[in-house]
Every structure is written in structure tokens, then in C-alpha cells.
């Protein structure tokens, strides 16, 4: 993995602590991010027309990924509903990690170097060590599951679209037409529920909409095409050093502590992805 992709993923992974913030800041998470998905839409289809479609062999991956990212939002809303965003942000970063380095050795085949493992594992250690909450009662619990499930379901998609932009042909199409796959289940499920909410939302916020979506797309749209250059665990790793960020933006933005044990776990998630990038696997 050279130097410009690890630089690009830790970029992504800025510009994905900064889409999370805005869904947490924005109070309904599920609302938040179909109003991210809606105007970001039309910025994909415009990407299409350059890009031209992706391999038909990769389209099934884009709609399992969409299906895949509406059990994402769900969890992901509930989640910010129950528990501070460094809580929840850095569970669901954690598991993801791990688990993505799992399913790609069962599924795909790819196992990664041991030095890269442990780098790995140490960034997942270090994530978790950024959970923090002034109490854990039973919201909070409910906000930790359903973090979790985040996890699993990043750890998904991951997955699926490793495995669709490599089948694509043109990462750049890919991430296009995933972005439009991925908004059908959501938006269909959305306008079924709460319709008037939606369309209010996308009405009055739609400024902070566009540069939400547009932070959004991007991100993925790295993380999408370092996929197709680079072991999925070692991606999913770096990208996960996006809840360094997300702690500062809890601590700066949303007066949320940040105290010795998130400087502790900042500097075990440091020594992982150094471990990651020395490797250079």
C-alpha cells in the first residue's frame, strides 16, 4: 500500500468523522442521512454520465450494499438517539475492523500479513478504549447495541463492495452508481414511514443536505477505490482512524470529555495504524 493511498484513507477517514458529526448534530439520525443520500443523488447520476456504468457483474453487490446500509442507518439513528456521539462512534468503528479482516479471509481469501494483524487489532483496541459515558443506564445500553450493530453492518458492506468495485472495472463508476443503489431502500423506506418529515427536512435543510452528501460521497468514494488497490482489513484499519477525529469534534463541538484515556487510546490507535503503514502490505 504506497504513500498516496494511506494518505487518501486518512483523508477519507477525516471527512467521515465530519459526515458523522453532522448526523448527530442534525438530532434524527435516519432523517440526517436520507437527507444526505437525496442531494448527493443527483451529484452521482451527473458522475454517471462521465463514467458510463459500472461491469454488469458488479451491479448485485451495489443493491446488496444498499440493502445492507439501510440496517446501517437504522442502527446508526438509534444509536445517536441513546448515546453520546464518542460513545457510539468509536464501538461501532472498533468492531469494524476486525471484523472486516474476518469476513475477507473466510470470503475472499485475503489474508493479511501478521505485522498488519496486529497492527489491526491494536487500532481496534485503541478505538474501544475511546468509549466514554457519564452513566451507563438503559438508554445508553440500547445506543451500545445498536452501535455495535453498526459495526457488523460497516463490516458488511465493506465487504460487498470490496468485492463489487474489483468486478467493476472503473471504481470511479462504481461509487457512482452505488451511491443511486444505495439510496433506493433507503428512501423508499423512509418516504413509507415518515414521508412529511422527510420532505420537510429536505426542503428546509437542503444547503446543509448537499455538503453533507458531498463530505459523504466522497469518503466512501476513497475508501471504495483503496479497496480495489489494498487488503480490505488494512483499508478498513486506516479508515478507522477517523474516531480520532470524531473524539476531538465530540470534545470541541458537542462538549463531550475527552480526558487521559482517550490521550491513552489515541496513542494505542497511533501505534496501530504506524504499525499498518511500516508494514506497507
Known amino acids: 500500500m504506497d504513500g498516496f493511498l494511506i494518505a487518501a484513507v486518512l483523508f477519507a477517514a477525516l471527512l467521515h468523522a465530519s459526515w458523522n458529526a453532522l448526523v448527530k448534530i442534525g438530532g434524527d439520525g435516519l432523517l440526517t442521512i436520507?437527507?444526505?443520500?437525496a442531494l448527493s443523488a443527483p451529484v452521482a447520476a451527473t458522475m454517471l454520465i462521465f463514467t458510463g456504468f459500472p461491469n454488469i457483474d458488479s451491479i448485485p453487490y451495489a443493491f446488496g450494499s444498499g440493502v445492507i446500509l439501510l440496517f446501517y442507518c437504522i442502527f446508526l439513528g438509534h444509536a445517536y438517539q441513546n448515546a453520546d456521539f464518542s460513545l457510539v462512534y468509536p464501538v461501532a468503528r472498533g468492531v469494524a475492523p476486525p471484523a472486516v479482516a474476518l469476513l475477507a479471509m473466510v470470503f475472499v481469501g485475503e489474508a493479511l500479513e501478521s505485522s498488519v494483524f496486529i497492527g489491526t487489532a491494536i487500532?481496534?483496541?485503541?478505538?474501544?478504549?475511546l468509549t466514554y459515558a457519564r452513566r451507563i443506564d438503559h438508554k445508553v445500553m440500547l445506543g451500545l447495541v445498536s452501535a455495535?450493530?453498526?459495526?457488523i453492518t460497516i463490516a458488511a458492506y465493506t465487504l460487498v463492495d470490496g468485492i463489487g468495485a474489483r468486478r467493476s472495472g472503473d471504481a470511479i463508476a462504481y461509487v457512482a452508481f452505488l451511491n443511486l443503489a444505495t439510496f433506493l431502500p433507503l428512501g423508499t423506506f423512509v418516504m413509507v414511514r415518515r414521508r412529511r418529515a422527510a420532505v420537510e427536512l429536505v426542503l428546509a435543510e437542503w444547503r446543509r443536505g448537499l455538503i453533507g452528501g458531498c463530505i459523504m460521497y466522497m469518503a466512501y468514494g476513497i475508501v471504495i477505490y483503496a479497496l480495489t488497490r489494498a487488503p480490505m482489513g488494512m483499508v478498513s484499519a486506516l479508515r478507522e482512524t477517523s474516531v480520532i477525529i470524531a473524539a476531538v469534534i465530540g470534545t470541541w463541538m458537542m462538549n463531550e470529555p475527552f480526558g487521559m484515556r482517550r490521550f491513552v487510546a489515541a496513542c494505542v490507535v497511533t501505534a496501530g495504524v504506524c504499525i499498518i503503514i511500516m508494514s506497507r502490505g
Open 148 to 151: 455495535a450493530g453498526v459495526g
Open 34 to 37: 436520507f437527507l444526505f443520500k
Open 123 to 129: 487500532v481496534s483496541i485503541g478505538i474501544l478504549l
